[in-house]
């Protein structure tokens, strides 16, 4: 079975202050490990996935992540927040065989001006 | 690129009616759809597998008499909320497998409340 868990449920960070939202996963096999935004009212954007080629992940708006085995974490950062980073981010993880996901509870982001 | 769409966006009912929510799968087909439910500031829920052509999988602890899927045709799967009671409002998300085995597609999700 395959679970994550995202430390700590609301970040607050200052605009152009480094963002830093926290995931491990567990699984039995070899992990795909996604993040995904979630705007109010909206549905999941992708924000990027690792699939076990490079470890250092760039996704979109600026974010990247990097996997860590011997950590199992797959923690996203930026460098530098903008207010309209401010949204729920979701990591999720799948065996990639029968492409269900595993979602964690979640991390709401908010951006002080 | 591959889009999913889910109608209605929003829907509100009386208690005791049945909701159907559709998943399509725009450009490109899916034989295997799933739905998610997400409940305010938590995270999504896995509900069920939707396999076109034969019968859904279920998560554990999921009524299936509550929740019928039913998975029509290769861009099409809906589900449909019986018997709707207040404790079931909430936003029920779906997706479809894109190509590539790894990647999933997200609807826009159903806001759906029941009074």
């Known amino acids: 079975a395959q679970s994550v868990t995202q430390l700590g449920s609301h970040v607050s960070v200052s605009e152009g202050a480094l963002v830093l939202l926290r995931c491990n996963y567990s699984s039995s096999v070899p992990p795909y490990l996604f993040w995904y935004v979630q705007y109010p009212n909206q549905g999941l954007q992708l924000l990027l996935k690792?699939?076990?080629?490079?470890?250092l992940v760039k996704g979109i708006n600026g974010f990247e992540a990097e996997f860590k085995k011997s950590e199992t974490s797959f923690h996203l950062t930026k460098p530098s927040a903008h207010m309209s980073d401010a949204a729920e981010y979701f990591c999720a993880v799948s065996d990639g065989s029968n492409n269900d996901m595993r979602f964690g509870a979640g991390t709401r982001l908010t951006v002080k001006p | 690129g591959a889009v999913v769409s889910q109608h209605p966006s929003r829907v509100i009912c009386k208690s005791g009616t049945s909701v159907k929510i559709e998943c399509r799968s725009l450009?490109?087909?899916?034989?295997?759809m799933f739905w998610y439910r997400q409940f305010p500031k938590k995270s999504l829920m896995l509900m069920a597998t939707s396999n076109e052509g034969s019968k859904a999988t279920y998560e554990q602890g999921v009524e299936k008499d509550k929740f019928l899927i039913n998975h029509a045709s290769l861009t099409l799967s809906t589900l449909t909320v019986t018997s709707a009671h207040p404790e079931d409002s909430s936003f029920y998300i779906c997706s479809a497998p894109g190509r590539k085995q790894e990647t999933q597609y997200f609807g826009p999700g159903t806001r759906l409340l029941v009074l």
């Open positions: 690792y699939t076990s080629a490079a470890t």
């Open positions: 450009d490109f087909q899916a034989t295997t």
